[in-house]
């Protein structure tokens, strides 16, 4: 108020609030709780691309979830879910990051470059981060589908897990990366679920 009024009104009362409250032990304590997330956030996210960058079928064996572990992600669910309301934007923060990098970016970068294993594996990251999210099983199931020596069953692995995991528009089957599984019976089966999913009735919002 001080800084938006001076030269409109008299700030001097505003200008003395704002000194007493700047301070105060609780408003310093917080600059300084604010100023270490800060610090720690940014520490993780610049350690991201070089631990992204393990991501490699050739190289040496690396799992899914230890580049999740190293990536903090469990840590980082744990404070998205905490009550303190900063902790949880700041993990949320981190991970929406983490989800846009493993489940855009990189692995569009991958299948320009054809790494197809590679893309698979950044998007069961991603799936590891965002564990409620059926369209990324369905991602994989694309990749492993269309890839130059399709993995027929893996690729229908990949949709039986999208389908646990609540896949419910049917459009999301009806991809053309998806084509050469459409005649196979166990993809109608699971399209069935999909189609009968989503004709039923929606619990109402809230």
């Not at 108020?1 to 001076?6: E, G, I, S, T, V």
């Not at 720690?40 to 999740?68: C, F, H, M, W």
């Not at 409620?132 to 893996?154: L, N």
Request: hydrophobic content about 40%; glycine content about 4%.
């Amino acid at each position: 108020m001080a800084k938006d009024y001076a030269g409109l009104h008299d700030v001097a009362e505003a200008e003395r609030e704002a000194a007493a409250l700047a301070a105060s032990p609780a408003c310093q304590q917080e600059i300084r709780a604010r100023a270490d997330r800060d610090r720690r956030d940014k520490e993780i996210l610049a350690n991201g691309p070089s631990i992204l960058a393990s991501i490699n079928p050739g190289g040496p064996p690396v799992t899914v979830a230890q580049i999740a572990a190293a990536l903090k992600v469990p840590e980082l669910r744990k404070r998205a879910a905490s009550a303190d309301p900063e902790e949880s934007l700041s993990a949320k923060r981190i991970l929406n990051t983490y989800m846009g990098q493993t489940m855009f970016y990189q692995p569009q970068s991958l299948l320009e470059k054809k790494e197809y294993d590679r893309a698979i594996l950044m998007l069961t990251l991603g799936a590891e981060i965002s564990p409620e999210d059926p369209g990324v099983w369905v991602d994989i199931a694309a990749i492993h589908a269309s890839k130059p020596k399709p993995d027929r069953k893996k690729a229908l692995q990949a949709l039986r897990t999208a389908v646990e995991k609540g896949l419910d528009d049917p459009a999301d089957l009806d991809r053309k990366d998806l084509a050469s599984l459409h005649e196979d019976e166990e993809f109608k089966r699971l399209q069935a679920q999909v189609s009968e999913r989503h004709r039923a009735p929606k619990p109402p919002a809230g």
